[in-house]
């Protein structure tokens, strides 16, 4: 079963628009919900961690929240520079890690 | 400050070979993880190790074995390689503090062919 999904699959955004990018889960016990970005040819690059329902963080145009069962990344105003795979994994039980399958982020100008 | 590093960054390998992947991280992370990433597949777990001495299947253990040598040091051992384990592969580590998790380190991956 899917424990971490994400969507949309992929986003065209014109410079300026802002939008949001979902992930949901089903895991019980979480010991910390994390957003990161990826670039073409590297590693992932972590932007934030999330905790409990309720919980905010903000970095920049990037703003993530958390409720229950799933998460958001609201991009304000975007920039071409933050064309870039985000992806949303999951940490629960053993420190067990699980990703969703990201979002591809595309911003023309 | 290396963080974590794997080798080798780029292997051709001919389907039956064996090779050993490595991963050490110098952060003193209880927790260590090998991912495949293929396209449009995000990051899939192989295997895991959440401590020195444990390690656990992921979502696509099957045809991968790893041991966790020592507290700095993971390793992915392919047996028999198949066309199918062409991808890239991530290691990374991540530390805790109680109950709760906290981000993981990633190296740089090794872009592995199988022909």
């Known amino acids: 079963e899917d424990q971490v999904t994400q969507s949309p699959e992929a986003l065209r955004l014109q410079e300026g628009e802002s939008s949001s990018l979902n992930c949901s889960y089903t895991v019980s016990g979480l010991r910390g919900l994390f957003w990161y970005r990826q670039d073409p040819g590297k590693g992932p690059e972590f932007l934030f961690t999330l905790y409990s329902a309720g919980e905010e963080k903000e970095k920049e145009r990037l703003k993530a929240t958390l409720t229950k069962k799933e998460s958001f990344l609201h991009i304000t105003a975007p920039k071409p520079e933050d064309s870039a795979t985000y992806l949303c994994?999951?940490?629960?039980?053993?420190?067990?890690?699980?990703f969703g399958a990201g979002t591809i982020l595309r911003v023309k100008s | 400050n290396a963080g974590v590093t794997q080798t080798p960054k780029f292997q051709v390998l001919k389907t039956g070979q064996s090779m050993t992947l490595q991963c050490a991280q110098d952060m003193n992370h209880n927790s260590m993880y090998w991912y495949r990433q293929d396209p449009g597949m995000g990051l899939r777990l192989i295997y895991y190790s959440a401590s020195e001495g444990t390690t656990d299947k992921g979502e696509v253990p099957n045809g991968y074995n790893v041991s966790r040598l020592n507290k700095r040091e993971f390793s992915l051992r392919l047996e028999s390689a198949a066309p199918s384990q062409t991808s890239v592969y991530f290691c990374?580590?991540?530390?805790?503090?109680?109950?709760?998790?906290?981000?993981?380190?990633f190296g740089q991956g090794t872009r592995l062919t199988v022909v």
């Open positions: 994994a999951v940490q629960w039980g053993g420190n067990k890690l699980v």
């Open positions: 990374a580590s991540s530390g805790g503090r109680g109950s709760y998790g906290t981000e993981a380190f």
